[in-house]
């Protein structure tokens, strides 16, 4: 079996690459945009918190009502409207115009983003699900190593409304991409009721596998969030080192992400979920201790720094696998919650991450970030203890 990326697996990784860029960029621009709206930073800021919350809430419902569409139209569809929605943003005068342009650029990720999830993994051959699915979430780390610095670049040498000119082209270079690889891969089709195909994400272990992974960004995103003033205390960088760290940990993390998806198609997703939180409490345990020996050269840092982005983009590969052998029949609609899982988790550790940082300082992320960690394993846990009968049944079912 050939082992080349298939075009269309290509395709949908820059899709995933143009979304996440499209959501995290703001925070390069977020000066410049507000002053020229007329707002704080604080109210600035939350155009991600509002593109966040619009993909978490969505995602799930454009799951079940595009479920009989083909998918490729799907795709053709919503990538037109995330097109438009960022060419009109760069365009507008209104912070109210473009939360409602931010929530609509939103709306068509959350059509697309699932989608994409599930065509990988019904595409990818026997043995080899987790990879491509870590390929597939490459995107994501792709946007924090080059797609973030590039569109920030952008905004500082042409002005913040260039980003989101950027982000439109992308998004059409992704809808040409996507039409001209992409297999007109039809929807699964319906058997029983909508509540009866439904069904399957009531079960306790996909509750408890969702929350799982809520706490997994959660506890990742405490940090990452808040990495520059933890990093300026811990050694004295400034926002220069800072950026060039984010592109190291972008690197790092689709090291991390491939690796948890061979792991997962090797060990198991179990074992690959138990390997990579364990991995990152260790590292948020060595984050602990060297806060008490700064400052310390941010050169000294930099192995610390790679490992906590690769375990961090090791988990959800095998934690996605994890969730589709639980959920069974309602796979395309559990991977749509599992995007708003991620999302939820996002806001979340924001969040929580700044009552930490509020009220002890960022030297108590790392450790912070560790408790929340280990409530996600107990709650994996839970969840393969609850659905090692369902997952039994599907394998013997399909007879792999």
């Known amino acids: 079996m050939s082992k080349r990326v298939p075009a269309w697996l290509a395709a949908?990784?820059?899709?995933?690459?143009?979304?996440?860029?499209?959501?995290?960029?703001?925070?390069?621009?977020?000066?410049?945009?507000?002053?020229?709206?007329?707002?704080?930073?604080?109210?600035?800021?939350?155009?991600?918190?509002?593109?966040?919350?619009?993909?978490?809430?969505?995602?799930?419902?454009?799951?079940?009502?595009?479920?009989?569409?083909?998918?490729?139209?799907?795709?053709?569809?919503?990538?037109?409207?995330?097109?438009?929605?960022?060419?009109?943003?760069?365009?507008?005068?209104?912070?109210?115009?473009?939360?409602?342009?931010?929530?609509?650029?939103?709306?068509?990720?959350?059509?697309?983003?699932?989608?994409?999830?599930?065509?990988?993994?019904?595409?990818?051959?026997?043995?080899?699900?987790?990879?491509?699915?870590?390929?597939?979430?490459?995107?994501?780390?792709?946007?924090?190593?080059?797609?973030?610095?590039i569109g920030t670049w952008v905004g500082g040498a042409f002005g913040w409304r260039a980003t989101f000119v950027l982000a439109a082209l992308l998004g059409l270079v992704s809808l040409v991409a996507v039409r001209r690889t992409l297999p007109n891969v039809a929807p699964e089709p319906a058997e029983g009721s909508l509540r009866d195909r439904l069904a399957p994400l009531a079960r306790p272990q996909v509750v408890a596998g969702l929350l799982?992974?809520?706490?997994?960004?959660?506890?990742?995103?405490?940090?990452?969030?808040?990495?520059?003033?933890?990093?300026?205390?811990?050694?004295?960088?400034?926002?220069?080192?800072?950026?060039?760290?984010?592109?190291?940990?972008?690197?790092?993390?689709?090291?991390?992400?491939?690796?948890?998806?061979?792991?997962?198609?090797?060990?198991?997703?179990?074992?690959?979920?138990?390997?990579?939180?364990?991995?990152?409490?260790?590292?948020?345990?060595a984050f602990t201790v060297v806060w008490g020996l700064r400052p310390l050269a941010l050169l000294a840092l930099l192995p610390l720094l790679v490992l906590w982005a690769g375990v961090s983009w090791w988990i959800p590969p095998p934690a996605q696998v994890r969730l589709l052998a639980l959920a069974g029949p309602a796979g395309p609609q559990a991977l749509a919650l599992n995007s708003s899982a991620v999302y939820v988790g996002v806001s979340g550790g924001g969040a929580l991450g700044g009552v930490v940082l509020e009220w002890h300082g960022p030297g108590l992320l790392p450790a912070a970030a560790a408790v929340v960690e280990v409530v996600a394993l107990v709650l994996f846990w839970q969840a393969s203890r609850l659905g090692r009968p369902a997952v039994t049944s599907t394998v013997s079912r399909t007879g792999t």
């Open 12 to 149: 949908l990784t820059f899709t995933m690459f143009t979304f996440a860029t499209d959501d995290y960029v703001i925070a390069g621009v977020l000066p410049a945009l507000s002053r020229d709206l007329g707002v704080s930073e604080a109210v600035g800021g939350q155009l991600v918190t509002g593109f966040s919350l619009a993909f978490a809430l969505t995602a799930p419902v454009a799951s079940v009502v595009t479920a009989s569409w083909p998918r490729r139209g799907l795709m053709t569809g919503a990538l037109l409207l995330f097109v438009v929605a960022n060419g009109a943003a760069a365009l507008v005068t209104s912070y109210p115009v473009l939360m409602g342009l931010r929530v609509l650029a939103a709306v068509a990720a959350a059509a697309v983003v699932p989608a994409a999830y599930a065509i990988t993994a019904s595409q990818a051959p026997a043995g080899r699900q987790g990879r491509y699915l870590a390929l597939a979430m490459g995107g994501l780390t792709g946007s924090l190593m080059l797609g973030v610095p």
């Open 212 to 285: 799982g992974i809520v706490a997994i960004v959660l506890g990742s995103m405490m940090v990452m969030t808040y990495l520059a003033p933890f990093l300026r205390e811990l050694a004295g960088a400034g926002p220069v080192e800072v950026g060039w760290v984010f592109v190291l940990a972008g690197a790092a993390g689709f090291a991390g992400g491939q690796l948890g998806g061979r792991a997962g198609d090797r060990w198991g997703a179990d074992r690959a979920l138990i390997a990579g939180i364990c991995g990152f409490g260790a590292v948020m345990a």
